[in-house]
């Protein structure tokens, strides 16, 4: 895939990922690998931030740690990057749970994010960017 090319998911996509308390990938799915062009090799022990994509404004990923880490469900649209330099858009849901053996993490299941829900949250992140001077 060139740089700076959207990948636009299927309707059956599901991307899962899994990671711990600091945003360590556990475990990552084949979707997830395939969309963000990554062996699973590559993903696991690396910082989930790892496919964040620069046009994410600070303030959406501060909402989600503030949501997350009070043991709440979070829900929002995330410009994922690429290995590539490319990029895709989803509907985000992450979870907060804690294992049997007392560790605590989050799950992160992900679905294709319609064009209308696409437009607002670039709508949104626009102005966001703007106020953080990007």
């Not at 964040?52 to 880490?69: C, E, G, I, Q, Y």
Request: hydrophobic share 30%; net charge negative; with cysteine.
């Amino acid at each position: 895939m060139a740089a700076n090319k959207e990948t636009i998911l299927d309707e059956y996509h599901f991307l899962v990922s899994e990671t711990d308390q600091k945003g360590t990938i556990l475990f990552a799915n084949d979707d997830f690998c395939k969309l963000a062009e990554y062996d699973v090799d590559e993903l696991i022990g690396k910082p989930h931030n790892l496919v964040r994509h620069p046009d994410m404004p600070k303030k959406a990923f501060k909402s989600l740690w503030d949501t997350v880490s009070k043991g709440e469900t979070w829900t929002g649209y995330v410009k994922n990057g690429t290995k590539s330099g490319g990029f895709y858009w989803v509907f985000a849901t992450v979870y907060p749970f804690e294992s049997c053996d007392g560790q605590k993490g989050y799950l992160s299941c992900r679905r294709k994010a319609t064009i209308e829900e696409i437009s607002q949250a670039e709508e949104l992140y626009k102005v966001w960017n703007k106020e953080e001077g990007k």
